[in-house]
């Protein structure tokens, strides 16, 4: 080679090698290009287009089966009863009731108890031998609030609820409420008191005649009584008359009482003269009374001559709140029936919260209080 090509190539071999490296990159390229084939999305294509004509190699997962799971929520909203355990015999599903061991006798110098488990029922402790305070509990399976002892005796399924709200002899009264007042659900003619069912429902209210006596003069057949109106305008209006043994009304007869006079006494008192120093100092002064006689119900009473505030009676409203609703107005020795069975108002008298009604019995004599 002569020495001017040694030359050139000494020279110039820095880009001999990079002409070089380029041919080989872009022999490269041009090798990968042609194993790409198309575009990068037209291969995202086709393979999609293929993922949707594949088909699994099996048929899928089975559904669940819930059978079971629809039957544990059955369990949880209405769970098993177990039947009363017989506190008798030994049983698996309820172990034995136990209280802790104390000392039940009220005398403070007693034993003390010795604080181990014992039976509930136990009226003496078995291991120190002091005497127990013993709460008896009814087993009540179905919680209707009656006892399983008490539904069997009678003929009631003690795991049944909705038999608390019936009616086992018609008498008009719920078995609960048999249960409660220890009647006998089955026999009409034993049943709660009728009484029960009733409340006072309106306070105290004093009623006084609305008239009172104020003058008497003798007639030809005996006495005149006069009486004075409480609610009139004017005196003219004010006048109410009777004759012994008549109707207390006004003069034209358009405006009666009711009430009848039916016994007159005179009579006269010597009283100090008010004002006077001297107590020795009296004159005579006129007490005379009449007895009136109510016409609707009997009732009497005796008036004094030119006493302005006579009362009646005391009365209250009863309310009686089984089937239809009823209201009546009592007083003292009214009597009245609640289906059937006749009671008299004995007393009635005012309490902090209003009034209470002393009712008895007619048949019974049982006196029973209403408020």
């Known amino acids: 080679m002569s020495a001017s090509k040694q030359n050139f190539f000494a020279a110039h071999w820095d880009w001999l090698v990079a002409a070089v490296g380029f041919a080989v990159l872009a022999a490269a390229a041009a090798l990968y290009a042609m194993s790409l084939g198309d575009s990068p999305e037209a291969s995202a294509n086709a393979y999609e287009a293929q993922l949707k004509t594949m088909t699994p190699s099996h048929e899928g997962v089975p559904s669940a089966n819930l059978d079971l799971l629809q039957k544990a929520l059955r369990q949880m909203k209405t769970p098993p009863r177990l039947d009363a355990v017989n506190a008798k015999k030994a049983n698996f ?6 209280v802790f061991c104390q000392q039940g006798d009220s005398d403070p110098k007693a034993k003390k108890g010795c604080g181990k488990p014992i039976p509930a029922e136990a009226e003496l402790c078995p291991f120190c031998g002091v005497k127990q305070h013993v709460v008896k509990i009814e087993a009540d399976a179905d919680h209707d609030g009656m006892s399983n002892e008490w539904e069997l005796k009678y003929g009631l399924n003690p795991n049944d609820p909705s038999d608390a709200k019936k009616d086992l002899d018609g008498d008009g009264f719920t078995n609960y409420e048999e249960f409660l007042a220890g009647t006998d659900p089955r026999d009409k003619e034993s049943h709660p008191d009728y009484a029960d069912s009733l409340v006072v429902s309106a306070p105290l209210k004093h009623t006084s005649l609305p008239f009172y006596f104020y003058a008497y003069s003798r007639v030809r057949n005996g006495y005149r009584f006069t009486f004075r109106r409480k609610d009139a305008k004017n005196k003219f209006d004010s006048t109410l008359s009777a004759l012994l043994n008549d109707e207390i009304r006004s003069p034209d007869g358009k405006m009666k009482t009711g009430w009848k006079v039916t016994a007159f006494e005179q009579k006269e008192e010597r009283r100090t003269i008010p004002g006077s120093k001297d107590p020795n100092l009296k004159r005579a002064v006129d007490v005379s009374t009449v007895e009136l006689k109510r016409e609707k119900d009997g009732k009497t009473l005796t008036v004094a001559l030119r006493v302005p505030d006579i009362a009646v009676e005391t009365e209250t409203e ?15 020795g009214t009597e009245f029936e609640l289906n059937g069975s006749k009671y008299r108002v004995e007393k009635l008298a005012a309490v902090e919260n209003g009034c209470e009604v002393t009712i008895v019995d007619l048949k019974t004599k049982k006196e029973k209080i209403v408020r």
């Open 318 to 332: 009863l309310t009686y709140k089984r089937g239809t609703e009823r209201k009546f107005v009592v007083t003292k």
């Open 93 to 98: 599903l309820a172990s034995e009731g136990r």
